[in-house]
């Protein structure tokens, strides 16, 4: 068994957002990662591609989350699967939004038209 403790998540920023990684493979975690995000109103992610499944739970704000050319509205209490592979672009509603979200442990993003792909670090 594993404890993080909350002083241990890790904290990463981008341009859109701030993940804070709750459980991962570098925290002690074999097969899942699980990350909180937070996003500032209208804020917007870069348009990406995962190659494994993630499931977004929103828990507060709106989202809105294009999905190869679908628009999926979130409020708070709603969960999306997204498959993998597939073009994605978040867009944080108009007083942002926190949602917990999960994906297999080594997910890895991209972006359409390449094939490089990372870990990001909430993943990790």
Same mark, same amino acid.
């Given at each position: ?90 867009? &944080? $509603?108009?007083? =942002?939004? !926190?949602?917990? #979200?999960?994906? @297999?442990?080594? +997910?890895? &993003? $991209?972006?359409? =038209?390449? !094939?490089?792909? #990372?870990?990001? @670090?909430?993943? +990790?």
């Amino acid at each position: 068994m594993t404890l993080i403790r909350s002083a241990d998540a890790r904290r990463t920023e981008t341009p859109a957002a701030v993940m804070t990684t709750l459980a991962s493979p570098s925290q002690g975690g074999a097969t899942l990662a699980l990350w909180r995000v937070e996003m500032q109103p209208a804020a917007q992610g870069p348009v990406h591609l995962i190659d494994a499944e993630q499931v977004w739970a929103l828990m507060a704000g709106e989202a809105t989350i294009t999905v190869d050319s679908e628009d999926l509205y979130l409020g708070p209490g709603d969960t999306a699967i997204l498959v993998a592979d597939v073009p994605r672009q978040v867009t &944080a $509603g108009p007083q =942002g939004f !926190t949602a917990v #979200v999960t994906a @297999p442990a080594g +997910a890895r &993003a $991209g972006v359409p =038209g390449s !094939t490089d792909k #990372v870990i990001p @670090p909430w993943i +990790a």
